[in-house]
């Protein structure tokens, strides 16, 4: 085994290989980014070297500079990670070829899966199933119009050197098939530095399984049964559990052999995941064989008590697997989701900045949390946004899902906007619960899972409201021990006038909605009159620990609540309510009348494309810019029908959020 390993990556996963290594007795080598020099990986190695600047081609792409290191600290492995140079066969042979072991598949193996288009062939000459379709060098836009044409539409534009949903259209009429192309091909090249294509028939209402495989130097190769992750959103995974709820115990055996198969057509060696498409009836379809671990590796690990990074390690240094296929054992049920600093009211827009609060799930043999990032941490804007990862286990999968919603629930994130009301009422949606989504539903349903902009219950709003007092009382109390004179009654500060507590205004906004709520009463007995009329009684309120309990109009009520100086957050179960505390007289400011006629950066990143020309006519949700920003590409289109001004920005140039980009002719 290794005495020292580097880890040629950042966040999540380095922190997820660097507990395994410490456990093994393994020091760990972390490189890091300019803007990763207080990245929780880099406090956990035993050691960090730094290797360039914040962008990834410019530190974690740097194979060069990730090799000196290895070097200079002494290294005797690399381990990639996923994504950044995790499937890059060149970097593999070059860590080889410095002496070092590649904590991964062989370089061989990566080439043949490294191109979509050689891996259908590869594996259909191996009797893999695979969707019929076109993998073809001749890229020439007319070439795959043509063949476009003879596969027929629906259809799906696929980089052939990418993964992890990047490079990825689904076309469904010859007249958007150009302009698709086009799309893909340029975010092909940023996300891989390759825009080749191929082009695959659509199977419509799918389900997204694959099967976790490892191989050894010793001949050995076996399968670790089945994740599915057919909850997707724009070929992003949003939720993967296993078992599948789809599959019969036939039907799992023959893709486990199926996956074997192609693992081993092409002398596979370490962690890798074979993905398939599922069609209703059952048939199954070679997608890809991903040649790393994978982001939801968790789930395996915890229905068979495995750990695939130390199976990693061991592998890597010529020892064999440590189970045969029939000692594979499966116990009870495991689902991860993915918690991203992002907005789903403004189409998931990535997000960034610091972690103002992080709260997150205590570590329980039925809760287990992933993440790279503690309070106080930023998220920045030049890698992905992940914040953690949520994975759950119990005997079974409803008692699974109650463990992830219990889970969601505990969760608070203040900063960046969050997904977290997204993913709880995703996992309470019947066609989640029910186990029968596909990979397209949410793309087709995607209001139903949105948080709604109904309005706060009474009983919701009664909650801030105590919740909010009584957070303040003890603040007056606090503040009074602290005074010179801690029993005076005017130190306390707590409204109260001859007779009764005097009457506070107390003002909540949620959403756009702002209300002022009038409240007497102290100790946890109130009474709130709403600016409506409406007038609610509040008793027996009590928190404590996260938890408030109390009883309205006479009905008694639970709740998780967290509140502070600025906000109050309140769970009764179904759904959470997040309020801000604004002062109690405030002007509003007046809307920005100049607002449509400027289109804005909403969040910084690298122009692409510029469609917008001066002196030129655009209609109301016209193309004008391209921007590529953590990943993915954002089009910022004409907000009205009028005259372009002013360009401001060029392609290549990178710009802050906010920034004004286009300007529109004023509105006579």
């Known amino acids: 085994m290794f005495d020292k390993i580097l880890i040629a990556n950042r966040g999540e996963i380095a922190c997820r290989v660097i507990r395994t290594a410490r456990r093994l007795g393994i020091r760990t080598v972390a490189v890091f980014s300019e803007a990763d020099a207080d990245a929780q990986h880099v406090r956990l190695a035993d050691e960090a070297h730094p290797v360039g600047g914040p962008r990834p081609q410019d530190s974690y792409l740097r194979a060069d500079a990730i090799l000196e290191v290895a070097k200079r600290s002494g290294a005797q492995a690399i381990h990639p990670g996923y994504g950044f140079l995790s499937e890059n066969a060149d970097f593999a042979d070059a860590v080889e070829a410095a002496g070092l072991a590649f904590i991964g598949p062989r370089a061989s193996s990566m080439r043949r899966m490294g191109s979509k288009a050689g891996a259908k062939e590869l594996m259909q000459a191996a009797g893999v199933p695979?969707?019929?379709?076109?993998?073809?060098?001749?890229?020439?836009?007319?070439?795959?119009?043509?063949?476009?044409?003879?596969?027929?539409?629906?259809?799906?534009?696929?980089?052939?050197?990418?993964?992890?949903?990047?490079?990825?259209?689904?076309?469904?009429?010859?007249?958007?098939?150009?302009?698709?192309?086009?799309?893909?091909?340029?975010?092909?090249?940023?996300?891989?530095?390759?825009?080749?294509?191929?082009?695959?028939?659509?199977?419509?209402?799918?389900?997204?399984?694959?099967?976790?495989?490892?191989?050894?130097?010793?001949?050995?190769?076996?399968?670790?049964?089945?994740?599915?992750?057919?909850?997707?959103?724009?070929?992003?995974?949003?939720?993967?559990?296993?078992?599948?709820?789809?599959?019969?115990?036939?039907?799992?055996?023959?893709?486990?052999?199926?996956?074997?198969?192609?693992?081993?057509?092409?002398?596979?060696?370490?962690?890798?995941?074979?993905?398939?498409?599922?069609?209703?009836?059952?048939?199954?379809?070679?997608?890809?064989?991903?040649?790393?671990?994978?982001?939801?590796?968790?789930?395996?690990?915890?229905?068979?008590?495995?750990?695939?990074?130390?199976?990693?390690?061991?592998?890597?240094?010529?020892?064999?697997?440590?189970?045969?296929?029939?000692?594979?054992?499966?116990?009870?049920?495991?689902?991860?989701?993915?918690?991203?600093?992002?907005?789903?009211?403004?189409?998931?827009?990535?997000?960034?900045?610091?972690?103002?609060?992080?709260?997150?799930?205590?570590?329980?043999?039925?809760?287990?949390?992933d993440s790279g990032v503690v309070e106080g941490d930023t998220v920045t804007i030049f890698y992905d946004p992940m914040i953690a990862k949520l994975i759950v286990h119990d005997s079974d999968r409803p008692r699974a899902l109650a463990r992830l919603r219990e889970a969601l629930a505990a969760c608070r994130i203040i900063g960046p906007k969050s997904n977290i009301e997204f993913l709880e009422r995703l996992v309470r949606h019947p066609v989640v619960t029910e186990g029968r989504i596909d990979t397209g539903y949410l793309d087709r349903h995607l209001d139903e899972v949105l948080p709604p902009p109904d309005p706060p219950a009474a009983a919701e709003l009664a909650a801030a409201a105590a919740a909010a007092l009584l957070h303040d009382e003890r603040e007056h109390r606090a503040a009074a021990a602290a005074s010179p004179e801690p029993n005076s009654p005017w130190a306390t500060a707590d409204g109260w006038r001859l007779g009764h507590a005097g009457d506070r205004l107390l003002v909540l906004q949620h959403r756009e909605r702002r209300m002022e709520l009038h409240a007497s009463g102290t100790g946890g007995d109130y009474r709130l009159r709403i600016a409506d009329g409406t007038v609610l009684r509040i008793e027996g309120a009590r928190s404590g620990g996260g938890e408030l309990s109390l009883r309205v109009d006479g009905a008694g009520r639970r709740f998780l609540a967290h509140v502070d100086d600025d906000s109050v957050t309140v769970h009764g179960g179904a759904r959470r309510l997040h309020f801000a505390r604004v002062p109690a007289f405030r002007s509003e400011a007046g809307a920005d009348a100049a607002g449509s006629d400027r289109i804005t950066a909403p969040m910084p990143g690298r122009v692409v494309l510029v469609e917008a020309v001066p002196d030129a006519e655009v209609a109301e949700g016209q193309a004008l810019l391209v921007m590529e920003a953590m990943k993915m590409e954002l089009t910022l289109r004409a907000p009205r029908t009028g005259v372009v001004a002013e360009v401001r920005a060029a392609v290549g140039d990178f710009v802050d959020g906010d920034a004004v980009l286009v300007v529109l002719q004023a509105e006579a």
Request: net charge negative; charged share 25%.
């Open 130 to 369: 695979v969707v019929p379709g076109y993998t073809g060098e001749d890229q020439a836009p007319e070439t795959l119009e043509r063949e476009a044409a003879r596969i027929g539409y629906p259809l799906m534009i696929k980089a052939a050197h990418g993964g992890g949903g990047k490079g990825m259209r689904v076309v469904r009429d010859a007249a958007d098939f150009l302009s698709s192309l086009d799309s893909c091909r340029r975010e092909a090249a940023n996300a891989f530095g390759r825009d080749r294509v191929l082009l695959e028939r659509y199977v419509e209402q799918p389900r997204h399984i694959e099967i976790q495989v490892f191989g050894d130097s010793h001949g050995n190769t076996i399968h670790l049964n089945e994740r599915e992750c057919s909850a997707q959103r724009r070929y992003q995974k949003v939720l993967e559990e296993s078992p599948s709820p789809f599959l019969t115990p036939q039907l799992r055996a023959r893709m486990g052999e199926a996956a074997v198969l192609a693992a081993r057509a092409i002398d596979y060696q370490n962690a890798g995941t074979v993905e398939f498409i599922v069609a209703p009836d059952g048939g199954f379809f070679f997608m890809e064989i991903n040649t790393r671990l994978q982001v939801e590796h968790p789930v395996t690990e915890l229905v068979t008590g495995l750990d695939l990074v130390e199976w990693q390690l061991r592998v890597a240094a010529g020892e064999a697997l440590p189970l045969s296929q029939d000692a594979v054992a499966q116990h009870g049920h495991a689902i991860e989701v993915r918690l991203y600093a992002e907005d789903p009211e403004a189409g998931f827009l990535p997000g960034s900045g610091r972690l103002q609060q992080l709260r997150l799930p205590p570590q329980s043999p039925h809760v287990r949390v």
